[in-house]
């Protein structure tokens, strides 16, 4: 069994897990990515995009030990996709960067704690 205090989780030093239990909240207290099936989507989504033009091809990193113990720096990570994405004219990829200033405006801990007050 996992403990995860979602103020706690840090964005910049994040594993898949933290950043899950985190977007997981900020979804049940409505801080929604629109468009996204649930924020944790469109998180995977940028991240499984940073992967293919960071290493070529997608790699298969499932299995708990990846989930627990890899940290990312989720805030790296989708401001790099948001870079690409937002000179792209393709409709798709206006939608996903829009996802990108969603979910990096949920990893505002200023903003989290201005939704948290409401």
């Not at 944790?40 to 030990?65: C, N, P, S, V």
């Amino acid at each position: 069994m996992y403990n995860i205090h979602v103020n706690d989780v840090n964005p910049n030093s994040a594993s898949d897990m933290e950043m899950f239990a985190y977007l997981s909240y900020q979804d049940h207290i409505g801080n929604k990515t629109p468009g996204a099936f649930n924020n944790w989507a469109a998180y995977q989504i940028m991240k499984f995009t940073h992967e293919l033009e960071t290493y070529g091809d997608y790699r298969e990193l499932l299995g708990e030990k990846f989930f627990t113990g890899v940290k990312n720096d989720a805030e790296a990570m989708i401001n790099q996709v948001f870079s690409w994405l937002k000179k792209n004219n393709n409709p798709s990829a206006k939608k996903q960067a829009g996802w990108c200033r969603d979910l990096l405006d949920m990893l505002n801990m200023g903003n989290v704690e201005a939704l948290q007050e409401v």
